[in-house]
């Protein structure tokens, strides 16, 4: 299996996949439909059933139950093929160190650059291993091309080496999820699963059925712009000026990205333009609780407030979105796709653990949609950077447990 296992990943990255938010077309960048179609194609020589791609780039595939127990709920399996906008995808050539012995890595496209156990711990459970890292000018794209090769890997498996029974199996290679489209042109009706996992994690045995809920803001400042000759005889009201001291008003100790950890949420600006006459800032507010996120809101919109009183010439509005749900709030009510995960893992050898993600993913969206869908882990490590690696066994335990996965919903869904 690691065989073909590695030769798909080694494929799958050297093709630039990442996404762009400024583009809007669907998916966000050409190179997203090249691996797509690639995947297409794969999944028909592996002999999958009703391999298809939506206009909108989505491929779809269906394994067939093996069993004849009927009312088996159908289980679908989900991967991104894009790579974060935060680090060129361009070009990556992927270096294979066999069997890892712990030492510093180095990078021959960028010398001052090390991958050290000191500040990357998780490479000590990779010695023994196989790893995979990028060549140092690269992010390596394990996130979540580790997904992919391990789904495709699990539809060679569940067609040509495995006995175990199973129900129905749908397989979704999607893109955009980076940028947050990752859901935004599925059709939940054809995909027709009653339970979904995404492979989108970290070490083996890790489970995240728990993220944070989002909402976006946007403050829009309307100022009076004058030429400065006369400003102050003509009333001249500075937009960016304005913004700044929004900015320096943020509770920044305690409701930052950088400043907080574990379950606390925060207020994060994230882009901003301003002029004299109009100054734009937007932001994303994070928390784990509906509460806690609503005053996250209340609190921003308290602090526009503030700053129009401040300045009653200027004109100052404060606009929230919604964006993603913790999916813990569905999940709670209905445990069994965690319970199933967890005892997978147990079956494969690996102990399972929860991770509580200080993010989205694609399964917050499709669990508020219905579909409950937990992230499981599939070897990714310092996703985003250069620093980016992974590890073929990681990728194979986590093949393997999705295997006793489909085997469990049969007997016990
Ligand atoms: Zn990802």
């Known amino acids: 299996m690691s065989a073909n296992l590695l030769s798909r990943f080694l ?3 050297q093709i630039d996949t990442q996404s762009n938010e400024s583009s809007d077309t669907f998916p966000s960048t050409p190179g997203q439909s090249v ?34 127990k009927t009312r088996v709920p159908t289980v679908a399996f989900f991967a991104h093929v894009d790579t974060a906008p935060d680090c060129s995808g361009k070009g990556v050539k992927p270096i294979v160190h066999r069997k890892y012995d712990g030492r510093v890595l180095t990078f021959p496209d960028n010398p001052t650059l090390t991958l050290d156990p000191a500040t990357s711990p998780e490479l000590r459970t990779a010695v023994g291993k196989d790893i995979v890292t990028a060549s140092g000018t690269t992010l390596l794209g394990s ?18 080496e495995t006995k175990r029974k199973h129900g129905e199996i749908r397989i979704c290679f999607n893109p955009d999820e980076e940028i947050g489209r990752g859901m935004d042109k599925l059709d939940l009706r054809m995909l027709g699963a009653d339970v979904a996992y995404t492979l989108d994690g970290g070490a083996p045995g890790e489970i995240c059925w728990e993220t944070f809920s989002g909402d976006a803001a946007e403050v829009i400042i309307e100022g009076i712009t004058t030429h400065t000759m006369e400003a102050r005889a ?28 574990g379950r606390d949420g925060f207020i994060h ?5 301003g002029r004299t006459e109009r100054a734009i800032v937007k932001f994303i507010l994070r928390d784990f609780e509906l509460k806690g996120l609503a005053e996250k809101g209340n609190m921003l919109q308290g602090l526009c407030r503030g700053l129009q009183a401040s ?52 399964g917050s969206r499709l669990t508020e949609l219905g579909l409950p869908t937990p992230n499981l882990f599939c070897g990714e490590y310092n996703p ?14 986590a093949v393997i447990a999705c295997d006793h996965l489909g085997g469990l919903w049969e007997r016990k869904g």
């Not at 059933?49 to 989505?58: F, L, R, S």
């Not at 500075?238 to 400043?259: F, I, S, V, W």
Request: charge should be positive.
């Open 234 to 261: 003509k009333g001249m009201v500075n937009a960016a000026y304005l913004a700044g001291k929004l900015l320096a008003a943020l509770p920044r100790e305690r409701c930052a990205p950088e400043t907080t950890e």
């Open 311 to 362: 300045e009653p010439r200027a004109r100052i509005r404060c606009k929230i979105r919604k964006q993603y749900r913790n999916m813990a709030y569905w999940l709670r009510k209905d445990m069994r796709p965690v319970e199933l995960a967890r005892e997978a893992f147990l079956a494969a050898g690996l102990k399972p653990y929860d991770h509580v993600a200080r993010g989205g993913t694609d």
């Open 143 to 160: 996130d979540d091309k580790s997904g992919v090769a391990v789904i495709m890997t699990l539809v060679e498996r569940l067609l040509h």
């Open 384 to 397: 985003h950077g250069p620093l980016e690696w992974t590890a073929v066994q990681d990728m194979e335990s």
């Open 35 to 68: 691996l797509l179609e690639l995947l297409r194609q794969e999944l028909s020589e592996l002999g999958a059933a009703d391999v298809q791609m939506t206009k909108h780039g989505y491929v779809t595939a269906r394994i067939p139950a093996n069993t004849r």
């Open 11 to 13: 494929r799958y990255v």
């Open 269 to 273: 600006p994230i882009e901003m333009e």
